[in-house]
């Protein structure tokens, strides 16, 4: 009778494990790769992108920097990219796109180029695999083992015994899509709930906690500014547009002021910035630093504590970053 | 060391493989040995207040048995020590905090002292736990324990340790000192629940935290939005809790330890006091026992009946946290309780029809829950104000989606709950021919295996009641 119960229960367990396996394996393995962004430049034909996070979102206004430039501008931006979305937006949008702008201009703060890891897991990790293809040698890479799943260790084994598990960020996208459709009348109507759903939890919207979260920064880190291929995606930015025969130019935006307009800098982080704009300039880019700009002060930043701009000084951010490009000859 | 990962799995068939290969005694030792290693994996230093109050509780318990005529003392002792343990770690600084905003009123200096210690998680279930044990031996309910391994694992059997239920001694030490066989009947049922709270917690209470932490991070949010990010809360502290549980049991079945049942669907309720009797029910019944009916229960007067019962449920909210949202949570279902006798006095329950009241009572539930998620008297405050006529029509649409959502995601919960709590379904497997059950419980748990791989969210965080 033991022994049944026994044999029973080594089935049990064989059939829980077994069946779910079998199953994984028949879903087909397809990455849900977004390809809206590269219908919009094909559509628009920029002669300018801009890329960046919500600190581009909150400063730029791609209507008035176009009518400032007399040029065609596109901005690709999201609330949790980091540098690696930035790199699969030059290597899966704009470079496929068939666009070539004459110039990229990519928006960051203090140390974000090298932080390779930087929001690349967690509730970051669907939108960096909208912008994945199938294989991404590059970010296999720089984020090791990290590239599939985002995290470490078992992931792995539960991944090869399951293989849907590695794409559940794409599940959770459908569901929402789904969702979308299910509740509106029409694709169209489908898409403007998704607008307003995103509308709603903007990054301004947020508390000031939440917004210093999704602002948060490795400031604090003393770590030298390291080129380095294997341990960031700036190198391969920087050699993406030099393939394509676009310029780029990195811009650091200035992070909320003190009273006085002044922003505090830990010593480590300006040697960093220095080492980081000679690497850049021998690679044939460009640095604007807007740290020091006293045009930025701090009645225009949303919130104290806060790197955005207040929705009231994104025209005169607009301008700012217009004026300072046209004066370097740049744009 | 978490339930949740991988780590957990590997430890979990360490243990059972040394476990099922030793004598009794031996499985004890063992289980005390592999609960501080599951205890002390993240924070080794948690071990010290958990041994502090193991040894205090044994001691002081053998002192009233021992030591008759100082009983009273011991007992106090006992208390007196394991409420010293949450005050040091838990409301220290709490306290500070509003001396100090206290201060401030009268422009006087404030204190220089503050106390910002980390909670070791599960303090305030294993001192519960502790102080119901030595309760029991002052009266005379259960005898004091005798040797030290025993009683070490009662207070740190690790499936239990961190976030409940609060076993009582007469509950456990019986099994602990009973002989155990390995049953596979048992160990299939474990196992079964154990998937269905990893389900519960990876699947539904991660993925509808995303959309409440959302709404809850928003600095004007509007009614349906905010009621919406409600409603997804009570799924995701419903799931996240009862998973836990379920893993808790699931895990201590395994080892051929039985586990009281902490829910027994509670948005089934009919009323807040049957809610507490689903809810939490190792909590609700430990207050009953050791708060409620000490001070004199319902068996006195109206007026202080109503205090008991504030008192009662101002602790609840207390023992939660330290913050005065949990006291205004605490007080508000005191108040609900004390609501529900006075209509109990009238005609109106009889009247109500059955799922008017599950619906008022889970309406209440989650209005209880917005005080409970929003830490901010201010905002708790604004966010009653807000006016479901001010809110436009992309506002709604936008409440519709995150219900509509929530609703999916809480959908194997409700069934869930339809088939267990609403239909007799015992008795019709029972009916079910042997190899139909298997197939249909083989089925059921691949499919859970399936959507915990398919659908387990990407954003994992750590168990709600960790944090009490």
Not at chain 2, 22 to 51: C, D, K
Not at chain 2, 268 to 287: C, E, G, N, V
């Amino acid at each position: 009778m033991k022994a049944n119960g026994a044999k029973r229960l080594v089935l049990f367990v064989a059939l829980v494990l077994a069946i779910p396996a079998g199953v994984s394996r028949i879903v087909p393995e397809k990455r849900n790769f977004d390809s809206r962004p590269l219908e919009i430049l094909r559509a628009s034909q920029p002669q300018l992108v801009l890329i960046g996070d919500s600190m581009l979102e909150s400063r730029i206004d791609a209507q008035l920097l176009e009518q400032k430039l007399g040029k065609r501008v596109a901005i690709l931006w999201n609330g949790g990219a980091a540098s690696a979305c930035w790199y699969l937006m030059i290597k899966n949008y704009v470079v496929p796109s068939g666009v070539r702008p004459g110039r990229i201009y990519l928006f960051f703060r203090d140390r974000m180029l090298t932080d390779s890891t930087f929001r690349t897991t967690g509730i970051f990790r669907p939108y960096l695999e909208s912008l994945m293809r199938v294989d991404e040698p590059v970010c296999r890479l720089v984020l090791g083992r990290n590239a599939q799943e985002g995290r470490g260790g078992g992931e792995k084994w539960v991944t090869a015994l399951y293989p849907v598990n590695g794409r559940r960020s794409m599940q959770h996208q459908r569901i929402s899509e789904m969702m979308f459709r299910a509740l509106t009348a029409n694709g169209h109507a489908a898409k403007g709930l998704e607008r307003r759903v995103n509308s709603m939890f903007e990054v301004v919207k947020m508390r000031g906690e939440m917004m210093a979260e999704s602002g948060d920064l490795s400031d604090k880190s003393s770590a030298p500014f390291d080129g380095d291929a294997k341990a960031s995606f700036l190198p391969h930015i920087v050699d993406l547009a030099a393939n394509a025969g676009i310029k780029l130019t990195f811009v650091r935006v200035k992070r909320h002021a003190q009273a006085d307009g002044q922003v505090v800098q830990s010593a480590a982080l300006h040697t960093y910035i220095v080492d980081l704009r000679t690497w850049i300039e021998n690679h044939g880019c460009d640095l604007i630093d807007f740290t020091d700009d006293p045009q930025f002060t701090p009645d225009m930043y949303l919130k104290a504590e806060d790197d955005h701009i207040g929705p009231w000084a994104k025209a005169r951010s607009t301008e700012i970053f217009a004026a300072r490009i046209q004066q370097e000859g740049r744009p | 060391m978490i339930f949740h990962s991988l780590v957990y799995l590997l430890f979990l068939a360490i243990v059972l493989a040394l476990y099922w290969a030793l004598p009794r005694r031996g499985q004890n030792l063992m289980l005390v040995a592999a609960s501080y290693v599951f205890y002390g994996w993240e924070h080794p230093w948690f071990l010290l207040p958990l041994w502090a109050s193991t040894l205090v509780d044994y001691a002081c318990a053998l002192g009233i048995e021992r030591l008759p005529a100082r009983r009273r003392l011991f007992l106090w002792t006992s208390i007196g020590a394991s409420v010293a343990l949450l005050a040091t770690f838990k409301y220290a600084g709490f306290a500070i905090e509003n001396l100090n905003a206290l201060l401030a009123e009268f422009h006087a200096e404030p204190l220089r002292a503050t106390m910002r210690l980390v909670l070791p998680a599960g303090l305030s279930f294993y001192t519960f736990q502790s102080i119901g044990y030595v309760v029991d031996v002052y009266m005379g309910r259960v005898r004091a324990v005798r040797y030290l391994p025993d009683y070490a694992l009662y207070v740190s059997f690790f499936p239990q340790l961190v976030a409940g239920p609060i076993e009582r001694a007469g509950h456990m030490l019986p099994q602990y000192r009973a002989a155990r066989v390995f049953n596979p009947v048992d160990w299939q049922s474990g196992l079964s629940l154990m998937l269905w709270g990893f389900f519960k917690k990876l699947v539904i209470a991660d993925n509808v935290a995303l959309i409440a932490n959302k709404v809850f991070a928003l600095s004007e949010p509007t009614f349906p939005v905010l009621w919406a990010g409600v409603l997804a809360f009570a799924v995701q502290i419903y799931a996240d809790f009862s998973g836990y549980t379920d893993i808790a049991r699931g895990t201590a079945r395994l080892l051929g330890i039985e586990l009281m049942r902490n829910f027994n669907h509670p948005y089934l309720a009919t009323s807040p006091a049957d809610f507490w009797r689903r809810w939490h029910i190792s909590l609700s019944s430990w207050l009953r026992d050791f708060i409620y009916i000490p001070l004199g229960g319902s068996r006195c007067g109206a007026a202080r009946v109503a205090l008991n019962l504030i008192l009662t449920f101002g602790i609840s909210g207390l023992w939660h946290g330290a913050s005065w949202n949990y006291v205004l949570w605490g007080l508000y279902w005191g108040f609900l309780s004390l609501g529900q006798r006075l209509l109990s006095a009238t005609s109106l329950p009889r009247l109500t029809p059955w799922l008017m009241k599950v619906a008022i009572t889970f309406t209440l539930t989650c209005a209880g829950w917005l005080l409970f998620r929003e830490r901010d008297l201010a905002q708790i405050a604004h966010d009653l104000t807000l006016s479901p006529f001010t809110a436009d029509a992309d506002a709604w649409g936008v409440a519709r989606y995150l219900i509509a959502l929530v609703t999916l995601y809480a959908l194997p919960l409700t069934l869930h709950m339809i088939v267990t709590g609403l239909v007799r379904t015992r008795e019709i497997t029972a009916r079910l021919p042997e190899m139909v059950g298997f197939a249909v419980q083989v089925s059921v748990c691949a499919l859970l295996l399936l959507g915990i791989v398919t659908a387990r969210s990407v954003a994992t965080s750590d168990f709600i009641y960790f944090q009490f």
